[in-house]
C-alpha cells in the first residue's frame, strides 16, 4: 500500500513540474514575441525623435532624440502638399469605418442565411465562398481598375468601399460562431411568434453575435485603414487620397530630398488611431475569441 501511495506521489510530482516547465516556456515565448512587437513600436517613436540627416547615415540607437516638434512642423509645412493629415485622415476613417461595419453586416447575414436555412447546393456554396479566399485581390485588380476608369468612378470612396463586402474569411468566422452560439430552436421560436427573417436576424441573431461582430470589426477597420494597394490605383485625387497611399508619396521622394524624419512621423501619426482603438476594444477580441468555446 505504502509503495502503491510513494508511485503516485512520484508521477503527481512528475506531472506537476512538467507542466511548471511548459508553462515557464510558453510564458517566456509570449514574452518573447509581446517585447519583440513592441520594440518595432518603440524604434518607429525613436525615429520620430531624431533629425533627417542622422537616419540617412544610417545610425542606429534606441536613444530618445529632441527632433520630434521639427519633423512634425516640417511635415505640415515642407510636405503639405504631398500629405494633408486631415484630409488623410478623414479618407482613411470614412473608407475604413464604412468598410468594416458593411463587411460585417453582410458577413453575417450571409453565414445565417447558409446556417439556418437548408437548401440543395448548400454546401456547394459554402465551399465556393471559402475557395474565394485562395484568389489573390490582385488577380482581378487591373480589371477592376478597368471597369472603374470606364463608368468614371476613380477617385471614388465607393469603389474602395463596396467590394469589401464580400470578405470570405469573415463570413467563416460568422459561420462557425454561428455553429458554436445559435441554436436552431431559437430561431424557429422566433418563427413562431410571427417574427419575419430580417426581424430575426436584426433582434435575435445580431445581439448574439455582438463578440463576433466586435472582433471583426477591428480586424476589418485595420485591414481597410492599412490599405495601400487599390486606393494607390483608384484615388489620384489629392483630395481623396488615404493616409497609406500620403505616406507612399513622400517615400517615393528622391532620395536628396526625402526627409527620414517626416516619413517616420507620418507614419507614426497614421498607425497611432489604430493603435488607441485596438486598446481600447481588446477585451472583445477575447470574448470573441472565448465564446465559442465556453458556449459550445
Same mark, same amino acid.
Given at each position: 500500500m505504502n509503495r502503491v501511495i510513494t508511485d503516485y506521489k512520484k508521477e503527481n510530482r512528475r506531472a506537476i513540474i512538467k507542466a511548471i516547465i511548459l508553462r515557464v516556456l510558453c510564458y517566456s515565448f509570449l514574452c518573447f514575441v509581446s517585447v519583440m512587437c513592441i520594440f518595432f513600436f518603440y524604434l518607429l517613436l525613436v525615429n520620430t525623435t531624431r533629425a533627417n540627416n542622422d537616419l540617412q547615415g544610417g545610425r542606429f540607437t534606441l536613444m530618445l532624440s529632441r527632433f520630434f516638434n521639427q519633423n512634425f512642423k516640417?511635415?505640415?509645412?515642407?510636405?503639405?502638399?504631398?500629405?494633408?493629415?486631415?484630409?488623410?485622415?478623414?479618407?482613411?476613417? =470614412?473608407?475604413?469605418?464604412?468598410?468594416?461595419?458593411?463587411?460585417?453586416y453582410f458577413s453575417a447575414l450571409t453565414a445565417y442565411g447558409i446556417y439556418a436555412y437548408d437548401f440543395k447546393g448548400k454546401r456547394l456554396m459554402e465551399a465556393f465562398i471559402l475557395a474565394i479566399m485562395m484568389i489573390p485581390p490582385q488577380l482581378s485588380s487591373v480589371g477592376f481598375f478597368q471597369m472603374a476608369s470606364k463608368y468614371g468612378l476613380k477617385n471614388n470612396w465607393w469603389m474602395l468601399i463596396l467590394p469589401s463586402i464580400a470578405a470570405p474569411s469573415i463570413f467563416f468566422y460568422m459561420i462557425q460562431y454561428l455553429r458554436a452560439t445559435l441554436p436552431k430552436d431559437l430561431i424557429e421560436s422566433s418563427r413562431i411568434d410571427g417574427s419575419n427573417e430580417f426581424m430575426t436576424f436584426n433582434? !435575435? =441573431?445580431?445581439?448574439?453575435?455582438? %463578440?463576433?461582430?466586435? =472582433?471583426?470589426?477591428?480586424?476589418?477597420?485595420?485591414?481597410?485603414?492599412?490599405?495601400?494597394?487599390?486606393?494607390?490605383?483608384?484615388?489620384?485625387?489629392?483630395?481623396?487620397?488615404?493616409? %497609406? !497611399?500620403?505616406?507612399?508619396?513622400?517615400?517615393?521622394?528622391?532620395?536628396?530630398? *526625402?526627409?527620414?524624419?517626416? !516619413?517616420?512621423?507620418? $507614419?507614426?501619426?497614421?498607425?497611432?488611431? =489604430? !493603435? $488607441?482603438?485596438?486598446?481600447?476594444?481588446?477585451?472583445?477580441? *477575447?470574448?470573441?475569441?472565448?465564446?465559442?468555446?465556453?458556449?459550445?
Open positions: 516640417n511635415l505640415f509645412s515642407k510636405f503639405k502638399t504631398d500629405f494633408d493629415a486631415l484630409k488623410g485622415f478623414r479618407a482613411s476613417f =470614412v473608407i475604413a469605418f464604412s468598410s468594416a461595419v458593411l463587411t460585417c433582434r !435575435v =441573431v445580431l445581439p448574439i453575435m455582438k %463578440p463576433a461582430l466586435a =472582433v471583426q470589426m477591428i480586424f476589418a477597420f485595420v485591414g481597410s485603414w492599412n490599405n495601400l494597394y487599390m486606393p494607390s490605383l483608384l484615388l489620384s485625387d489629392s483630395e481623396k487620397k488615404t493616409l %497609406p !497611399v500620403m505616406i507612399n508619396a513622400l517615400q517615393r521622394t528622391s532620395w536628396g530630398n *526625402i526627409d527620414l524624419g517626416c !516619413v517616420y512621423m507620418a $507614419i507614426f501619426l497614421s498607425i497611432l488611431p =489604430v !493603435v $488607441i482603438v485596438y486598446l481600447f476594444l481588446s477585451r472583445f477580441i *477575447i470574448k470573441g475569441v472565448t465564446a465559442g468555446s465556453v458556449k459550445g
